[in-house]
């Protein structure tokens, strides 16, 4: 099993950045990554990044604003919004999972964060 903890989400303007944060305890992960969840939406994959080397991987909206981080050995991952658009706005959650073969199929309780206009 995987324990995730995410902190860092709030309330920034557009334009404005914040920081997310997450701690796995538990199990050695192979890769862990962010989704968000926007209201009447389904979830999406944001970022991800892999232990094992390789570049990390984006969705399109946030390539070039987002950057994601992390170290494999402390099971910690990070992402650094820069120039938030309203349309971020989300509840964003960390994932994990243990090996190459397997999806991400360890999730966080998910964070808040809010962009106004």
């Known amino acids: 099993q995987v324990h995730l903890v995410e902190s860092g989400g709030g309330l920034v303007q557009a334009g404005g950045s914040l920081r997310l944060s997450c701690a796995a305890s538990?199990?050695?992960?192979?890769?862990m990554g962010w989704f968000r969840q926007a209201p009447g939406k389904e979830r999406e994959f944001v970022a991800g990044?892999?232990?094992?080397?390789?570049?990390?991987s984006y969705t399109d909206p946030v390539k070039g604003r987002f950057t994601i981080s992390g170290d494999g050995a402390k099971n910690s991952v990070y992402l650094q919004m820069n120039s938030l658009k309203p349309e971020d706005t989300a509840v964003y959650y960390c994932?994990?999972?243990?090996?190459?073969?397997?999806?991400?199929?360890?999730w966080g309780q998910g964070t808040q964060v809010t962009v106004s206009s």
């Open positions: 994932a994990a999972s243990a090996s190459p073969l397997s999806p991400y199929d360890y």
């Open positions: 990044i892999r232990w094992s080397g390789g570049s990390p």
């Open positions: 538990g199990r050695t992960t192979y890769r």
